[in-house]
């Protein structure tokens, strides 16, 4: 370990390197070892033991401090051998030979070398020599603490006795103990005991009675002698600061009050200065509930302990916990102006020479409000700077320390001299010139006397200049008066004037005040044609002050007025709509004079060009007048409708040019036209007197209606069903499109346009019906069109497509058969044409007399029939137009059947189960064919012609020779019949058969 540190116990468990200058005083709590003598107890503050008669004894001093000599004494203060010096090691003592029966007593006295300051080490040690004849009881230590217990060891009892603390008053001071109990008729030993009492906690001093019981013989005595006990103070009082307030001002005690102090225990304040505790005040007994110990008078932060004495015994104990006290800073601390007088609004110095440390230092004016700069101060001279001041002050200086606040006693009183920036103003309010008006000055100091006086215009330096009025500050805004105001003009100026210091000046601003109005004042114009609607302006060159312009023209009031407190900035009209001649009319604010200046200025107005021009119905009838609307109009102008030239390629007429003028301003309409072709109108507005011209932003297109009356011609007629008529329109309008239609505007044709009037041809769609076509014509300028009133009358031939069949078969040849024709037309009428016998072909046919209406399927009836075969047709003829033609498909059919048909067997004879096949050769269409036996027993199935004029039918198989008939049927009349010709076939014998 370093020789310049020693080892500090702070507790038992721990060690803490401290730098020797840190301990002023020896430590008293060292452990001290018994070694040679036996040990009967050992505690923090006592060693008890024995050793043998004509001994010496040994004690050792564990981890000694460098810098310490030590000392073993006697319980009378006699030096024990020699003093020891601490080396951070083991030290050891040895005693003189122990002779005597009875108890020595030692302790340690440990003297720091530095300091002189001593120290008795808190273990002190007792050491019997040799047996002690008799009960000897010794008390461990007669100082006990407060609430500690007592302790008394008795040597070498004898057996079977108990022993007890006892206080005086007869209350059991211990717990009994009782010694070794042996039984006599047993066992004779003579074996002692060493006991120990401990007594309950003690709080006061007194004597303690040990009494001892025989058990054997009940009998009891108190030993002679009795211990007197001192018991330290109690130093859990609770002690606090009784000051209200509880900090005190410099320089003053404070009191702190102990409740429930001990009778016997003097108190004494102890001021900690450092690690050393010093009395403060005067120290006082514990009596009743509570005391107060005042202190010395503090002039700094203390820390404050209360010492406790024991009066019977000088028993020391520092009561618990100690009081922090902050005391105010010292106000008697010296503080100097820099320089008393200041200019106005400047900063004024203070220097404080001998300032308090760890102290904050600020200037007020008596609020506490902080004025200028904060200073901590470090026990240097510093100096404190105040924010601008305006006023004669008295400056006070605030010192702050742990929260505590004082004022220094010093205060400091400021002169300022007056302010010559003050503004001066002449109130905007309106006076008379006998009564004169009001000069103010603001912000006026109150230590200061103003004067006002005024120089009119006409004032010659030989003249005195004339004092209105005087007044005297007030911090605020004063109130001179100018008296009677007679000349045109004057110059008012202030003075500012001090007493202490003396000091006279002239404020910086002074004011003119023009009080007649001059009607030269110049002023020019600014633009002379303008707009419709916008705003002229005038500038005034040299205005008056506290005088208001305003526009005028005769007595109308033309635009805002310029007031005197404005900015100088032209005067602008209000939005002119006609000519006007303006001038400027001039009102004194503060005399309320008025007069019109010399001034003259004519502004031309233009038309106005917003105006809004709409036409509702913008197509009219081809030929008529559109009504155009205007949104707002003026009798001083004239309006000319045109339509530009050649806007659509087409002409436009001579003198096209409509000029019209309203009868009053306002809204009105006009009729432009008649139109016949598109137009684009542009509209000028001329002033009718000033002549200003130009065109409005409204433009209008007029797109009229094509004419209806046009011409409409078919110059081709449908030369069949299906086929296409042709139409030529003899146009008449400008930029028209064409297109056919039928009544519903359903389209049937092409479309054409026309750039001029000019012949139109147009083809209609396929037409399958009679019919009137219309012609639509459409603007290609606008989304307008009509129907022209004339048409065309278009006539369709009948439809000679249509496929007639047979409607019912069979049919009875009797009645005769029903021609079906599907799709018939309604404006058609049919009739049937036939043709009979073998040689068909209708050069000798004939019309049959009867017709039927078409419309859908239309049946028509042949009458009776009774030739073998028919070839019938149609014959359709249109109504009105008597346009006819016969169907291109006409119908054949037989009445009966055909039997001489050529009938031949494709081979014979066939083998047995053979089928044998039947050629029948012209087969009659619209029939069916069967093989039959001559037994009228069928040999195949039924077969139906077909189109193919020979027919094969197969027998079914045959075992025996036949001679086959064919059976033919009619399916158009049910008629049935056998071939002439029969076919007979052979078939060869069963070779099968076993």
Known sequence: MSNNHTRFRASRDRLIELAPHLIPNPLPDLPIIPTNFRPILSTDDLVVGTVEKGETAMIYIDESQRGVIYQLKTKAGDNVGAAREGNCQRIAFETAILTADEWYEFYVLATRISTQVSKVLDTRIWINAGNIDGVDPRPLFATPRWQATYTVVIPDTQPNLQWQLMHGNGDPASEPIVSTLINSSENTSTTTTTITLNSYPLIENGNLIIQVVNLLTNETKNLSQTPEIKVYPNPNLIFFNHGTPQNPHWNEPVEVQINLPQPTVRYQLMHKVGETLIPSGDAQMGAGNLIILRSAPLKDIASLKVLAVKIDGDLEEYLLGEIEITVYPDPSIEAELVSEIIDFATAVQVQIPDPQEETTYFLHLGDGIPLGTTVVSDGNAFVLTSLALQEDQDIYVRATRRGLSADLSTILHVYVRPNLGLSVELPHTQFNRIDGTEIWVHNTQTSVVYALFKIPATWEASLPVIECSRLRGNGGKIILETRELNADQYTFYVTAFKHNPQSLGRLLNSIELEVSLRSDTAVVGGTSRLDYERSSSLQINDRQTFVNYTPVSGSRIMGARLEYDQPNAPLHTELLREDVILQVQADHFLTGESIVLDFHFQVLIGPNLRVEVTAPQPHPAHGQEAILYFSEGQASVTYEIRAEANLFGGPTPEGFIQNFSPAQDGPFSVGFGPLTFPVQLMIVARKTVNRMADALNSWLTLTPYPDPQQAVAVTRQPAEYGGTAQLEITATDWYTKYALQLGDTTPIGNQATNQAPSLISLTSNPLQEDTHIYVYASSTRAPIGLQLQNVGSVWVPPNLN????????????????????????????????????????????????????????TILPTGPLSAMRYQIRVYAEKQPSGISGYMATSIEFYVRAITDNQVAALSTPINYQARAEITIYHTQPHATYQLFSRENQPLSPIVSSTSSPHLLIPTIPLQENQEIQIQITNLHTGFQDFLDQTIAIQVRPNLNIS
């Open 802 to 857: 249509l496929l007639p069949s047979l409607h019912e078969t069979p049919f009875d040849p009797e009645i005769g058969a029903f021609i079906r024709l599907p799709d018939s037309q309604v404006s058609a009428q049919y009739q049937l044409e036939i043709a009979a016998g073998d040689q068909l072909g209708f050069s000798t046919a004939q019309l049959q007399p009867r017709r039927a209406n078409g419309g859908g399927d």
